[in-house]
C-alpha cells in the first residue's frame, strides 16, 4: 500500500519567516496530494490540495509543490503569524485504494 | 449549518465493555470514514464505507465494527477486542464514493476515548 514520509515532525520559526514541510510517497499511481491543519482538541481541515497534473498550486500565504518524477511534494508557508502554529499533515490517494494515507504530522510553532 | 458531529467529545471505557462513537454528517456525502489517531502517529484508517449498506476495513480494523445504515450516521463500536483503544477518534465524509475516491475531506472535531 502506499506510504507517506513527512518531514520534520517538528518545527519551530519566528514570524514573518517562512516554513516548509515536506512529504514523500511511495506509490506512482498516486494522484491526489492534500494538506491538513489540525488545532489543539479540533479535527484536520483541508488548507489546500493538489493533483497529478499540477506542479505548483498557491493559495494567499500557502503554496504546494509536486514533483511526480522524484515522489515528493511540499507545503510552503510565507510570513508566518502565531496563529499558523498547529499540527500540518500531508496525505496522498493511491489509486489502488479509496480513502487517504497520512503521513505522521508536523507540529508548526511560531513564535511572535 | 452543515458538517459533521461526533458525539461523545469524551468516552470511558472500562475493561472488556463495548462502547459506540456516535458520527452524524448532513453534508449529503457518500462516502464516511473513520480514523484512529495516536501522538506521533498520524492518522490511522479503520474503516470506511462509500455507500449505505458497505463497508470495508482499513488498516487497523480489528476490535473495531461499524455500520452504515443510514446515509447520514456511521457509527464506530471499539470492542472489548481491541486491546489499546485509549485514542483520539476522527469521523469524516467525502462527497465521492467513485472509483477515484478521492474527494476531499471534511473532519469531525473528534471523540477522546480513555481506558478506565
Known amino acids: 500500500g502506499e506510504n507517506v514520509e513527512q518531514h520534520p515532525s517538528t518545527l519551530s520559526v519566528q514570524e514573518g519567516d517562512s516554513a516548509v514541510i515536506k512529504c514523500t510517497y511511495s506509490?506512482?499511481?498516486?494522484?491526489?496530494f492534500p494538506w491538513y491543519k489540525q488545532e489543539l482538541g479540533k479535527g484536520p481541515q483541508l488548507i489546500i490540495d493538489i493533483r497529478s497534473n499540477v506542479g505548483e498550486k498557491k493559495d494567499q500565504r500557502i503554496a504546494v509543490t509536486l514533483n511526480k518524477t522524484a515522489k515528493h511534494f511540499s507545503l510552503h508557508i510565507t510570513e508566518t503569524q502565531p496563529e499558523d502554529s498547529a499540527v500540518y499533515f500531508c496525505a496522498a490517494h493511491s489509486n489502488s485504494g479509496y480513502a487517504l494515507n497520512f503521513g505522521k504530522g508536523t507540529s508548526l510553532l511560531v513564535t511572535p | 449549518d452543515g458538517g459533521i458531529t461526533q458525539s461523545p467529545k469524551y468516552l470511558f471505557r472500562k475493561e472488556g465493555q463495548n462502547v459506540t462513537l456516535s458520527c452524524e454528517q448532513n453534508l449529503n456525502h457518500d462516502a464516511m470514514y473513520w480514523y484512529r489517531q495516536d501522538p506521533g502517529q498520524g492518522l490511522r484508517l479503520i474503516y470506511y464505507?462509500?455507500?449505505?449498506?458497505?463497508?470495508q476495513k482499513g488498516d487497523i480494523a480489528e476490535g473495531y465494527s461499524v455500520s452504515r445504515e443510514k446515509k447520514e450516521s456511521f457509527p464506530l463500536t471499539v470492542t472489548s477486542a481491541q486491546k489499546n483503544p485509549t485514542a483520539f477518534y476522527l469521523c469524516a465524509s467525502s462527497r465521492d464514493a467513485t472509483g477515484t475516491g478521492y474527494g476531499k475531506l471534511f473532519f469531525g472535531s473528534g471523540t477522546q476515548l480513555s481506558v478506565l
Open positions: 464505507s462509500q455507500i449505505v449498506n458497505d463497508f
Open positions: 506509490d506512482s499511481a498516486s494522484n491526489y
